[in-house]
């Protein structure tokens, strides 16, 4: 039994959320085909295929990226965003606070995030609908419930649609894989997440992302001139010659990223100095595992992998951390967690602004629902979705805000409910993209990107 599981009990449907096998942009037979039919698919997609019903209002985009941090489970908002210093020890909990420099309060988990608590928004009034782990993060993920009718897109799949590519590497990349079961839905299944299929660490392989092992490159450019040779005397036979002629496109762009050194590059951790590995917080970390030893979490290679993967062009990375279903010693968990999650987030947000990104990088922090307002007989905290906190910083977002606030007991906002529809919208906005545009569903039906309304009260 490993450090994960053996430390944290949560609910049974948490974590066994069934998932849906996504697009691998990747090689076959050494001959980069699967990524070939990619490039294929999505030049059908833009050539008379549109999914669009309308073009929607035209917006001015102040972000290009977004990195998702997501905290599957349910994150306790009373002891991370929104703390309750001042009610009963069932609410508040077993943690103090720490101030930030305008004087608010965080919990005292957070120290790194509230010295840089003026560059970011703490949302204390997230609204979401379902106290399920599968269906809350289907909500997250695409704006809409689900339904028995209609599959919807994930949000890295609409922005993908919507955006396209930004440079050589995919739009939307997962690290390691997609979270939760939603995918493109009605859209193509070109708009899927590339997944890494391994979290970052020193040396570590992406999947489908580089030549296979055994494969000099002297002998992938042979197979690549064998497959042209095959290619001319088919042409020879083909009545349609301009068929195979854009062919050959879409493979230089697979072959291309192949043995491309910058797209290779964006997904290495070998150029990093120890000095930013440890801004984001790489030696930090949590509880003594069942071995009794300490061990870092990744979180920090995860992040400065997406950070790289922005710098590079993409437009959406979604990774995910910790396990945060904590029924049982909610305590616990934070002790376990929240250190390299604190130092992670502030490490993430100093790096881009040092950088010049965060003007045109979002980062969001997630979590499906919040957890009780009322400590458990376990000394955890069960499912609520009713009201809860995330953080966003970057892509226009007012810097230094604390927008919303929840009643005395957390358990309902008690200022500027933000439904989370609302919330999305607000980040499409930023994107430059109309949340009311109607996408097509099977062919003829249109729905709108999201149910939600742009929050001028968000952004600066």
Request: glycine share 12%; proline share 5%.
């Amino acid at each position: 039994m490993n450090n994960f599981t053996s430390l944290h009990q949560g609910c049974a449907g948490f974590r066994a959320m069934p998932r849906r096998q996504a697009i691998q942009a990747g090689v076959l037979g050494a001959l980069g085909l699967s990524m070939g039919d990619l490039f294929r698919l999505q030049a059908q997609a833009k050539d008379g295929q549109s999914m669009s019903m309308d073009k929607g209002k035209k917006l001015t985009a102040r972000a290009k990226s977004v990195i998702q941090i997501h905290l599957g489970g349910g994150m306790p908002q009373q002891e991370s965003f929104d703390p309750k210093p001042d009610a009963p020890v069932e609410i508040r909990g077993g943690f103090g606070v720490v101030k930030t420099k305008s004087g608010e309060v965080m919990s005292e988990n957070f120290p790194q995030t509230a010295k840089i608590a003026g560059k970011v928004t703490l949302l204390r009034s997230v609204v979401g609908r379902i106290p399920d782990h599968g269906q809350a993060t289907y909500h997250l993920s695409t704006g809409y419930t689900p339904t028995a009718v209609i599959d919807y897109p994930h949000m890295g799949s609409v922005i993908s649609h919507e955006l396209g590519r930004r440079g050589e590497l995919p739009p939307y990349v997962a690290i390691p894989g997609k979270i939760g079961t939603a995918g493109t839905g009605y859209l193509s299944s070109t708009y899927g997440p590339f997944e890494l299929g391994a979290s970052p660490s020193k040396g570590y392989k992406v999947r489908d992302f580089s030549i296979p092992g055994g494969v000099t490159r002297d002998r992938y450019d042979q197979r690549q001139s064998a497959r042209q040779i095959i290619e001319k005397r088919l042409r020879a036979m083909e009545s349609d010659p301009e068929l195979l002629g854009t062919m050959d496109d879409f493979y230089k762009q697979a072959y291309g990223l192949l043995t491309s050194v910058e797209a290779q590059a964006a997904f290495s951790l070998d150029k990093e100095t120890a000095e930013t590995l440890t801004l984001y917080g790489s030696e930090v970390v949590g509880l003594r595992g069942p071995d009794n030893r300490f061990s870092p979490k990744g979180l920090a290679e995860k992040l400065v992998v997406a950070r790289r993967l922005v710098e590079s062009g993409v437009r959406f990375v979604t990774l995910d951390y910790g396990f945060w279903d904590c029924h049982v010693d909610a305590k616990k968990t934070c002790l376990d967690f929240m250190p390299a999650l604190d130092h992670g987030i502030a490490g993430l947000i100093t790096d881009l602004d040092q950088r010049g990104l965060l003007d045109t990088t979002i980062v969001w922090v997630t979590t499906e629902f919040g957890r009780t307002p009322k400590v458990n007989k376990d000394a955890g905290r069960d499912h609520w979705a009713s009201c809860y906190s995330m953080l966003i910083a970057g892509g226009g977002f007012t810097r230094g805000q604390i927008y919303g606030a929840s009643d005395a007991t957390g358990a309902a906002p008690g200022r500027d409910a933000l439904p989370l529809e609302d919330l999305l919208a607000t980040i499409y906005h930023q994107l430059g993209i109309d949340g009311d545009k109607e996408l097509l569903a099977f062919g003829t039906r249109p729905i709108e990107i999201v149910h939600g309304k742009f929050v001028p009260a968000l952004v600066g």
